[in-house]
C-alpha cells in the first residue's frame, strides 16, 4: 500500500502563492490527484496527472491558476497554486488512483493526511 504525505500548506493573502508537495514511500505507477474540502463542503477535484506525468487535467475552478506536476525519481507530485483566493481555502489531500486519471475520489486508493490552505482577503 503506497502511504503518501502531503506538506506545503499554509497561510497565504489573496494573490499569492503556495507550491504543496506529496511525497510517496514507493514507487507510483499510477495517476495522482489533489482533492481539497472547505470547511462544511463535500471534498472535491482540484487537479490530476497521470503515471508519465504527460496528461494533466484541472477543475474549472481553478484551470490557469494551478499546475500539477511529478519527479518519478523523487516519488512526489506538486501542486503550484497561483493567484490564490479566499475560496481556495480548503484542506487539501492527495490521493494515488489508478491507471487513468479520474475526478472522482472513489477511483483513488490512497490518501494522504492533508494540509491546510488559508487564504487571507
Known amino acids: 500500500q503506497v502511504q503518501l504525505v502531503e506538506s506545503g500548506g499554509g497561510l497565504v493573502q489573496a494573490g499569492g502563492s503556495l507550491r504543496l508537495s506529496c511525497a510517496a514511500s514507493g514507487r507510483t505507477f499510477y495517476a495522482m490527484g489533489w482533492f481539497r474540502q472547505a470547511a462544511g463542503k463535500e471534498r472535491e477535484f482540484v487537479a490530476a496527472?497521470?503515471?508519465?506525468?504527460?496528461?494533466?487535467y484541472y477543475s474549472d475552478s481553478v484551470k490557469g491558476r494551478f499546475t500539477i506536476s511529478r519527479d518519478g525519481a523523487k516519488n512526489t507530485v506538486y501542486l503550484r497554486m497561483n493567484s490564490l483566493k479566499p475560496e481556495d481555502t480548503a484542506v487539501y489531500y492527495c490521493?494515488?488512483?489508478?491507471?487513468?486519471?479520474?475526478?472522482?475520489?472513489?477511483?483513488?486508493?490512497?490518501w494522504g493526511q492533508g494540509t491546510q490552505v488559508t487564504v487571507s482577503s
Open positions: 490521493a494515488s488512483g489508478g491507471t487513468v486519471i479520474s475526478t472522482s475520489s472513489g477511483e483513488y486508493k490512497n
Open positions: 496527472i497521470n503515471w508519465s506525468g504527460l496528461e494533466t
